[in-house]
């Protein structure tokens, strides 16, 4: 499986949500809030070895007391969950000619209570299925 090329696509499509996307852990020291982490934290291969499955956790941060933006950027990044024409990443479907085939399954939505009662957090999860070409 070739992680660097999902994770271009993921970043990618992030980038057509908000302008302040980061691996998690490549947000820089400076980054100003509201901005959205991925992170791809395993993967196991079936018994052929042709399909990897990913988790792929997805977090928006802000610290404006109105979640309206966080709220609302949210939904747009898991989007209408349409099996067709997926808005999101919930039910998208991606294939990169001669690279891979990736699919991507909800699995929760959370409001996560940060440490600092000022931040506020979103969670997505996700199972990533991507097969070899």
Not at 56 to 74: K, P
């Amino acid at each position: 499986m070739n992680t660097i090329e999902l994770k271009k696509m993921i970043t990618v499509f992030l980038k057509t949500k908000t302008s302040r996307a980061y691996a998690y852990d490549a947000v820089p020291d400076n980054a100003a809030l509201p901005y959205t982490t991925y992170h791809l934290t395993s993967s196991f291969t079936d018994e052929n070895q042709k399909l990897e499955v990913f988790t792929l956790l997805v977090d928006n941060w802000d610290n404006n007391s109105d979640t309206t933006a966080l709220d609302t950027v949210t939904g747009s990044i898991d989007g209408n969950g349409d099996k067709v024409l997926a808005t999101g990443l919930h039910n998208k479907k991606y294939f990169v000619s001669g690279t891979l085939q990736a699919c991507f399954y909800r699995e929760y939505r959370l409001e996560i209570e940060d440490d600092d009662p000022n931040i506020r957090r979103r969670q997505l999860k996700y199972t990533v299925q991507a097969y070899l070409n």
